[in-house]
């Protein structure tokens, strides 16, 4: 077990982190919402959430304590799965007929990322995809938008940290990223004690996540000491505090103890570092992942999970020197690639998450699909070695079992 943390545990301790935005982090630092906004003179707030989360009582506790605070608030709770454009329009006639000032993402990556493109589209004209990354001639980014409130539930994807939303097609499920650094909230409340509910499959598939951000960052072409170094540290703390947050949702979900929210605020610091880092870059095995999401609606950090060992074995021979750093980052006993490469099942295997796609519902079938996501998927192009069509095709085939 890692090393407790008192700091972190100790009564009514709350820090904050200017970088790349307004960050508070501690043990009840939700509750800081409702004065932070009154002082800006912010009331007409719209909290989005996923349906899950919105008949939760900690959620339904948290609304309540927001209007008994003067806040006029209301909630669009219609995210749900992987994010498709229709989820989002709905928010933006929910936040317009609302007249809201402030937009509150309560959730994991999906609720985040829907959020931030609400506020986008409030006031912006024209269509949701025409903001998509790198589309030629996109309008700009230059109208009114809401104040933005990050508040994670799950240490997954981190996006609360992030300046891009994922969103998917209704009709082809074709993911498309929308980007511009004020999509970036300007706080993020982050919160340990609304984590500690979070089940134990959950726990490790987002965890892993994160975990694929900090390895696919650290491995992407390109110059980037800062990303580099936050994702040496990043793995590290997702190595030391994962298998103890996963423990802890089985033996006492949602109790609060010292331990428990060691584990879960430091996976919600390695989340952050993640999505931090990988402005950088990732890889093939987000490509992967993002088909297997498309094709079999797949959880993106169960997809990361499965696919990661058998993506990291592709890049190894290219990036050598990475694999070793990784593993002196993890203490490894030999601190070599095949070392690293070793850590990743036998790491999976403790969290439970899959070996393979055995299992799964991903068929021979599939194929065919996957493949056409996947090569046109924008995360590979910055791995570490080239990755072709047949490459993706035995990548999925040795997921599968299949040589």
């Given at each position: 077990m890692a090393k407790k943390r008192e700091f972190i545990t100790r009564p009514g301790a709350v820090?904050?982190?200017?970088?790349?935005?307004?960050?508070?982090?501690?043990?009840?630092?939700?509750?800081?919402?409702?004065?932070?906004?009154?002082?800006?003179?912010?009331?007409?707030?719209?909290?989005?959430?996923?349906?899950?989360?919105?008949?939760?009582?900690?959620?339904?506790?948290?609304?309540?304590?927001?209007?008994?605070?003067?806040?006029?608030?209301?909630?669009?709770?219609?995210?749900?799965?992987?994010p498709v454009k229709s989820q989002v329009m709905d928010g933006v006639r929910a936040a317009k007929a609302h007249g809201?000032?402030?937009?509150?993402?309560?959730?994991?990556?999906?609720?985040?990322?829907?959020?931030?493109?609400?506020?986008?589209?409030?006031?912006?004209?024209?269509?949701?995809f025409d903001y998509e990354d790198g589309r030629p001639g996109a309008p700009p980014v230059d109208?009114?938008?809401?104040?933005?409130?990050?508040?994670?539930?799950t240490a997954g994807t981190g996006s609360e940290v992030g300046r891009s939303s994922v969103v998917s097609d209704d009709q082809t499920h074709r993911k498309v990223i929308i980007f511009d650094p004020r999509l970036l909230?300007?706080?993020?409340?982050?919160?340990?004690?609304l984590t500690l509910g979070l089940p134990p499959l959950m726990t490790a598939a987002t965890g892993m996540d994160a975990l694929t951000h900090l390895i696919e960052s650290y491995l992407a072409k390109g110059f980037h000491p800062l990303a580099d170094g936050i994702a040496l540290a990043g793995m590290k703390m997702v190595a030391d505090h994962l298998p103890n947050a996963v423990k802890f949702a089985k033996t006492h979900p949602g109790k609060a103890t010292p331990e428990h929210l060691e584990a879960r605020g430091m996976m919600l610091n390695a989340a952050m570092m993640g999505a931090i880092s990988f402005q950088k870059g990732l890889g093939v095995t987000h490509s992967c992942a993002h088909a297997l999401s498309t094709?079999?609606?797949?959880?993106?950090?169960?997809?990361?999970?499965?696919?990661l060992d058998v993506c990291m074995e592709f890049n190894a021979k290219a990036v050598p020197e990475r694999?070793?750093?990784?593993?002196?980052?993890?203490?490894?006993?030999?601190?070599?690639?095949?070392?690293?490469?070793?850590?990743i099942?036998?790491?999976?295997?403790?969290?439970?998450?899959?070996?393979?796609?055995?299992?799964?519902?991903?068929?021979r079938e599939h194929l065919s699909k996957l493949l056409d996501v996947a090569e046109k998927d924008g995360c590979h192009p910055s791995n570490p070695v080239a990755v072709t069509r047949k490459d993706f095709e035995k990548l999925f085939l040795k997921a599968l079992g299949k040589r």
């Amino acid at each position: 077990m890692a090393k407790k943390r008192e700091f972190i545990t100790r009564p009514g301790a709350v820090y904050q982190y200017n970088y790349p935005t307004r960050i508070r982090f501690g043990a009840g630092v939700r509750k800081e919402l409702a004065p932070t906004l009154l002082a800006r003179d912010l009331k007409k707030v719209l909290i989005v959430t996923d349906k899950g989360l919105a008949a939760l009582p900690v959620f339904k506790e948290f609304v309540s304590q927001l209007k008994t605070s003067g806040l006029q608030i209301s909630v669009f709770s219609g995210v749900q799965g992987n994010p498709v454009k229709s989820q989002v329009m709905d928010g933006v006639r929910a936040a317009k007929a609302h007249g809201t000032q402030a937009l509150v993402a309560v959730g994991g990556g999906a609720a985040v990322d829907v959020g931030k493109v609400i506020a986008l589209m409030m006031y912006h004209p024209g269509d949701l995809f025409d903001y998509e990354d790198g589309r030629p001639g996109a309008p700009p980014v230059d109208k009114e938008m809401p104040f933005i409130v990050g508040i994670p539930t799950t240490a997954g994807t981190g996006s609360e940290v992030g300046r891009s939303s994922v969103v998917s097609d209704d009709q082809t499920h074709r993911k498309v990223i929308i980007f511009d650094p004020r999509l970036l909230p300007q706080l993020v409340l982050a919160d340990p004690e609304l984590t500690l509910g979070l089940p134990p499959l959950m726990t490790a598939a987002t965890g892993m996540d994160a975990l694929t951000h900090l390895i696919e960052s650290y491995l992407a072409k390109g110059f980037h000491p800062l990303a580099d170094g936050i994702a040496l540290a990043g793995m590290k703390m997702v190595a030391d505090h994962l298998p103890n947050a996963v423990k802890f949702a089985k033996t006492h979900p949602g109790k609060a103890t010292p331990e428990h929210l060691e584990a879960r605020g430091m996976m919600l610091n390695a989340a952050m570092m993640g999505a931090i880092s990988f402005q950088k870059g990732l890889g093939v095995t987000h490509s992967c992942a993002h088909a297997l999401s498309t094709v079999c609606d797949m959880h993106h950090g169960t997809a990361n999970g499965i696919m990661l060992d058998v993506c990291m074995e592709f890049n190894a021979k290219a990036v050598p020197e990475r694999f070793k750093e990784m593993a002196h980052a993890l203490r490894l006993p030999g601190g070599s690639p095949k070392a690293f490469l070793s850590w990743i099942p036998r790491f999976k295997k403790k969290l439970g998450i899959p070996a393979n796609l055995s299992g799964s519902g991903v068929t021979r079938e599939h194929l065919s699909k996957l493949l056409d996501v996947a090569e046109k998927d924008g995360c590979h192009p910055s791995n570490p070695v080239a990755v072709t069509r047949k490459d993706f095709e035995k990548l999925f085939l040795k997921a599968l079992g299949k040589r």
